[in-house]
């Protein structure tokens, strides 16, 4: 089952400039993504969403770009820090089921260079 | 700032044995989940809960998992006869409607051996 596929695994960047993590979808049906960064030992931290009806959103250094005809989205964010270096999740979900059903990617390692 | 809390963080137990994953979702929130992670694969829903039932389960939460909220604070993810393949780390998580954002703890580690 692969509704959701980040298909980097890992990511290295250099402190500064901007990183650009992808995600692609199979499910029509999705309507609402996000995006969550993963330290070790730690659970999934939200980041930033978009809704289908939308194409951009920003917040901050964080900005997701989603193209619905081509089933993809991507998360940019800039400048890169080496805080931001983390596993990048991006998960999906259908709203009009409501339950809130969260389908994950595979993530992406992100490693920014001081 | 709120957050959701997980015990224990790390529990060992030996095959066939009944564990308990405890969680105490973010006070407000009225949707909770439990999500899992095999070692090297991706995060996977297991189940999500409203208004004191199951919304939706993934098949992986068969007759051997069980939810429940027993007193308007806790939720609680029970496994009654533990298999090696249940090894992973559990999320808990909760939102404030089923359509927002999740907030999810920092899991439970589960070991069976």
């Known amino acids: 089952d692969q509704q959701v596929k980040q298909n980097s695994p890992s990511l290295s960047v250099q402190e500064g400039r901007i990183s650009i993590l992808n995600c692609d979808y199979t499910?029509?049906?999705?309507?609402?993504f996000l995006w969550y960064k993963k330290y070790p030992a730690e659970g999934p931290t939200f980041l930033i969403s978009i809704s289908s009806i939308k194409d951009k959103n920003e917040d901050g250094r964080f900005t997701v770009f989603l193209n619905k005809s081509a089933k993809h989205l991507s998360l940019h964010i800039v400048p890169s820090q080496p805080g931001d270096s983390a596993v990048y999740f991006c998960?999906?979900?259908?709203?009009?089921?409501?339950?809130?059903?969260?389908?994950f990617g595979q993530g992406t390692t992100l490693q920014v260079k001081p | 700032e709120p957050e959701v809390t997980q015990t224990p963080s790390h529990q060992v137990t030996q095959m066939g044995q009944e564990v308990i994953l405890r969680c105490v979702p973010i006070?407000?929130?009225?949707?909770f989940y439990w999500y899992r992670q095999i070692l090297g694969q991706k995060v996977e829903f297991l189940v999500s809960f409203y208004n004191n039932e199951i919304s939706e389960k993934s098949e992986i939460f068969d007759d051997q998992f069980s939810v429940e909220r027993p007193d308007g604070s806790n939720f609680t993810l029970k496994i009654r006869s533990t298999k090696l393949e249940d090894s992973a780390m559990y999320f808990c998580a909760s939102s404030d409607r089923g359509s927002d954002e999740q907030f999810f703890g920092p899991g439970t580690r589960l070991t069976v051996l």
């Open positions: 499910n029509s049906m999705f309507d609402y």
């Open positions: 006070s407000n929130h009225l949707y």
């Open positions: 998960a999906a979900s259908a709203g009009s089921s409501n339950t809130g059903k969260l389908i």
